[in-house]
């Protein structure tokens, strides 16, 4: 599996941005895809999920009503399409396919994720 995420930038507040992750491996349409962001000095934090087979997504409670999270098995891709940014929003987002999900697993945990892809940097200014 190899995940490459892509699209970040530098934006101002209020504008949007897509970012495209792409899986190189033979396992995407079945897997459960997630997207996690991290500050300096802070946890990865959860931000969107969406199921392999139905398609069910998740969002946490900071982005729900701007972010949005799809997939396109047939281009082995997951996107997370931003509105509305805020500063608060800046970070570096990363891609996952999650791998666990026995006892104690979840969509919100990054431990429920194996495979990580190196992250891309959103920038949001005020």
């Known amino acids: 599996v190899q995940l490459q995420a892509f699209g970040g930038g530098l934006v101002q507040a209020g504008d949007s941005l897509t970012l495209s992750c792409v899986d190189s491996?033979?396992?995407?349409?079945?897997?459960?895809m997630g997207w996690f962001r991290q500050t300096p000095g802070k946890e990865r934090e959860f931000v969107a999920a969406?199921?392999?087979?139905?398609?069910?997504?998740y969002l946490s409670d900071s982005v729900k009503g701007r972010f949005t999270i799809s997939r396109d098995n047939a281009k082995n891709t997951v996107y997370l399409q931003m509105n509305n940014l805020k500063p608060e929003d800046t970070a570096v987002y990363s891609c996952a396919v999650r791998t666990y999900s026995g006892p104690g697993g979840s969509y919100f945990y990054a431990a429920s994720y194996g495979y990580w892809g190196p992250g891309t940097l959103v920038t949001v200014s005020s």
């Open positions: 491996g033979r396992i995407f349409s079945s897997s459960a």
């Open positions: 969406i199921a392999g087979s139905s398609g069910t997504t």
